[in-house]
Nanobody, 120 residues
Framework: QVQLVESGGGLVQPGGSLRLSCAAS????????MGWYRQAPGKERESVAT???????NYADSVKGRFTISRDDAKKTVFLEMESLKPEDTAVYYC??????????????WGQGTQITVSS
């Protein structure tokens, strides 16, 4: 069994910063691509940023230059540094990871989501 636990969400003023963390635990053999997604009210879930196990990153155009994704494989954790936050960044943010478990099965796992609200 695998769990992804997110932390770091909250309320922030426009222009502010936040850092999200997502720690994976359980029967993990290897971590592959990890990423952050978000879903605003009334909208579909969208990809925000992803990072492969070789460190290649990809960002949504709306967050390029403001968000930075990174990972610490020793801690089985992925991070999202968010700067210059805008009201339109308000959403529930979800962590996602492609994981090979110890039974050698390969699946995508999701965290429970963390709310980020950007408002004055």
């Amino acid at each position: 069994q695998v769990q992804l636990v997110e932390s770091g969400g909250g309320l922030v003023q426009p222009g502010g910063s936040l850092r999200l963390s997502c720690a994976a635990s359980g029967s993990i053999f290897s971590l592959n691509t990890m990423g952050w997604y978000r879903q605003a009210p009334g909208k579909e879930r969208e990809s925000v940023a992803t990072i492969t196990n070789s460190g290649s990153t990809n960002y949504a155009d709306s967050v390029k230059g403001r968000f930075t994704i990174s990972r610490d494989d020793a801690k089985k954790t992925v991070f999202l540094e968010m700067e210059s936050l805008k009201p339109e960044d308000t959403a529930v943010y979800y962590c996602n990871a492609l994981i090979r478990t110890t039974d050698l099965r390969f699946n995508a796992y999701w965290g429970q989501g963390t709310q980020i609200t950007v408002s004055s």
